[in-house]
């Protein structure tokens, strides 16, 4: 079976500083692991994902996320958070499909994330 | 693109009536789902297809509830009869399937269904 945590229910920060949203997971297999944003009644946005290859992986809006294997984690970050960023973020992860069939994105709780000035 | 479509965005209505969510998918994706998003509950996955064919809908909650996709560019949710507990924000997404799988989900709007 396929789980993903996100430890925080809140992250505050400051504009202009460093952001860092958690994410762990579990699973069988190969991971791919998404991140998505949802802003005030709106539908999830996708941000980025990891397939396999660098375990850096850039997205849209100057986020990116870090595959660490050894860890299970794949924690999202942004260098300086804008307060435009203030939004739900979900953290999802499926495991890689080897002999076809299925296609569930297993999401996290959501953590919210507020930035102030 | 313009993206997946859903109809309507709110819909209020009262404990017993029926209630039809419509969802047209990006075209050419070959899957869709059908989600539910709570405060308790969170996001919950309740149905999906696959080139029209319901893959696996562990996730409705009851009989009340039906879903159908008679062709690749439309699906309806149906809950009959609604009670005050479907209230909820019901969103449907679609992704096309790629080899392995990591294929995204790209999600609609949404529907904000409120039952009174």
């Known amino acids: 079976a396929q789980s993903v945590a996100q430890p925080e229910d809140q992250v505050n920060v400051a504009e202009g500083n460093p952001l860092t949203v958690k994410c762990t997971y579990s699973v069988s297999g190969n991971p791919y692991l998404f991140w998505y944003v949802q802003y005030p009644n709106r539908g999830l946005q996708f941000l980025l994902k990891y397939i396999t290859g660098d375990n850096l992986v850039k997205g849209s809006y100057g986020f990116e996320a870090e595959f660490n294997k050894s860890q299970t984690s794949f924690h999202l970050k942004k260098p300086s958070a804008l307060v435009s960023d203030s939004a739900l973020y979900f953290c999802?992860?499926?495991?890689?499909?080897?002999?076809?069939?299925?296609?569930?994105?297993?999401f996290g709780t959501g953590t919210q994330l507020k930035v102030e000035l | 693109d313009a993206g997946v479509i859903q109809s309507p965005r709110h819909e209020v209505t009262e404990m017993g009536q029926e209630v039809t969510l419509r969802c047209k998918p990006i075209s050419g994706h070959d899957y869709l789902f059908w989600y539910r998003q709570t405060m308790m509950r969170g996001l919950e996955l309740l149905i999906y297809?696959?080139?029209?064919?319901?893959?696996?809908d562990s996730g409705m909650p009851e009989d009340r509830f039906s879903a159908k996709m008679p062709n690749a560019s439309f699906s309806t949710l149906k809950i009959q009869p609604s009670e005050p507990r479907d209230s909820a924000v019901y969103f449907c997404?679609?992704?096309?399937?790629?080899?392995?799988?990591?294929?995204?989900?790209?999600f609609g709007p949404g529907t904000r269904l409120l039952v009174l």
């Open positions: 999802a992860v499926r495991e890689e499909e080897l002999t076809g069939g299925g296609n569930k994105l297993t």
């Open positions: 297809f696959n080139n029209n064919v319901p893959i696996d």
């Open positions: 997404a679609s992704s096309n399937h790629r080899a392995g799988g990591g294929e995204t989900q790209y």
